[in-house]
């Protein structure tokens, strides 16, 4: 059985940083593209950041690019975002996901949001 679990969310001010992590369980990385979503209040879903072993490629969306870096510790299963230069406009709750068929594209499938496999996020508060 697949799990994911994000935690690391918290409270923190105009550009500061924080580090989500994923604990991933029932999977290996080199078989499922795993990426980061994240959901703000009234707003839709939007694909963060993803990664693929086995294609190896990494993708982000353009919101995010330069500030965060998506990483993972393949002997611990665990996936990490590093968030650096959080702004207010970061403020959601980040969850992570992961995919087989996401593995030919990662990008492509986290901008459909179309990952088959879902963990409970953790809430990210960015204050002004």
């Known amino acids: 059985e697949v799990q994911l679990q994000a935690s690391g969310g918290g409270l923190v001010q105009t550009g500061g940083s924080l580090r989500l992590s994923c604990a991933a369980s029932g999977i290996t990385f080199g078989d499922y593209a795993i990426g980061w979503f994240r959901q703000a209040p009234g707003k839709e879903r939007e694909g963060v950041s993803c990664f693929s072993k086995q294609r190896g490629t990494i993708y982000y969306a353009d919101s995010v690019k330069g500030r965060f870096t998506i990483s993972s510790d393949d002997a611990k299963n665990m996936v990490y975002l590093q968030m650096n230069g959080l702004k207010p406009e970061d403020t959601a709750v980040y969850s992570c996901?992961?995919?087989?068929?996401?593995?030919?594209?990662?990008?492509?499938?986290?901008?459909?949001?179309?990952?088959?496999?879902w963990g409970q996020g953790t809430q990210v508060t960015v204050s002004s």
């Open positions: 996901a992961a995919s087989t068929l996401a593995n030919y594209d990662c990008g492509a499938y986290l901008q459909r949001g179309r990952y088959d496999h």
